[in-house]
T-cell receptor, first 109, second 116 residues
Framework: GQNIDQPTEMTATEGAIVQINCTYQTSGFNGLFWYQQHAGEAPTFLSYNVLDGLEEKGRFSSFLSRSKGYSYLLLKELQMKDSASYLCAVLDSNYQLIWGAGTKLIIKP | GAVVSQHPSWVICKSGTSVKIECRSLDFQATTMFWYRQFPKQSLMLMATSNEGSKATYEQGVEKDKFLINHASLTLSTLTVTSAHPEDSSFYIC????????????FGQGTRLTVV
């Protein structure tokens, strides 16, 4: 079966750095997405990785290791507005998105 | 990125009535649209894949006669929740998929349905 695992909840301090991990087992791989979702809103796109390595985009970076079936989202200089759920999703061999359950990130002052 | 407009953003309806949710692609020809449902504190659950000009493909456990999907044009897909019940109360989100080369999924704003 297809499976994506990420922690259910994480807590971090304003101004700090947090890393959200995602491991996956899917039938084929055509890329991995990270989305941010605030409560009651639709997800918004953060990053897309299809090759191994680190992609940096401002305060957010995303890393992928295809051989390990592993990705992480790194958030730096955390702000209160970063409190949200972060969803990991993998595009499988049929170009269907397989979603993780999301990680709820709580930022404390 | 593509712009997807979903309407309405929220709706309250009485049990037994039907509700139609529209999803429009404003600047992209979407041959494929996805309809998701999200219950509180849970992940997005794919309900069905809507293909322009053909019948939608429903995920296991999703009643096709209850959740009617129409994808009559390249810019519009609709989801109709028929004979709604309180357990249908949820957040419904559409997304359209780009081309094979541009695989980012673009989401509508979502519709919060409350059935009373």
């Amino acid at each position: 079966g297809q499976n994506i695992d990420q922690p259910t909840e994480m807590t971090a301090t304003e101004g700090a750095i947090v890393q959200i991990n995602c491991t996956y087992q899917t039938s084929g791989f055509n890329g991995l997405f990270w989305y941010q979702q605030h409560a009651g809103e639709a997800p918004t796109f953060l990053s897309y990785n299809v090759l191994d390595g680190l992609e940096e985009k401002g305060r957010f970076s995303s890393f992928l290791s295809r051989s390990k079936g592993y990705s992480y989202l790194l958030l730096k200089e955390l702000q209160m507005k970063d409190s949200a759920s972060y969803l990991c999703a993998v595009l499988d061999s049929n170009y269907q998105l397989i979603w993780g359950a999301g990680t709820k990130l709580i930022i404390k002052p | 990125g593509a712009v997807v407009s979903q309407h309405p953003s929220w709706v309250i309806c009485k049990s037994g009535t039907s509700v139609k949710i529209e999803c429009r692609s404003l600047d992209f020809q979407a041959t494929t649209m996805f309809w998701y449902r999200q219950f509180p504190k849970q992940s997005l659950m794919l309900m069905a894949t809507s293909n322009e000009g053909s019948k939608a493909t429903y995920e296991q456990g999703v009643e096709k006669d209850k959740f009617l999907i129409n994808h009559a044009s390249l810019t519009l897909s609709t989801l109709t929740v028929t004979s709604a019940h309180p357990e249908d109360s949820s957040f419904y989100i559409c997304s359209l998929k780009g081309t094979v080369e541009n695989t980012e999924a673009f989401f509508g704003q979502g519709t919060r349905l409350t059935v009373v």
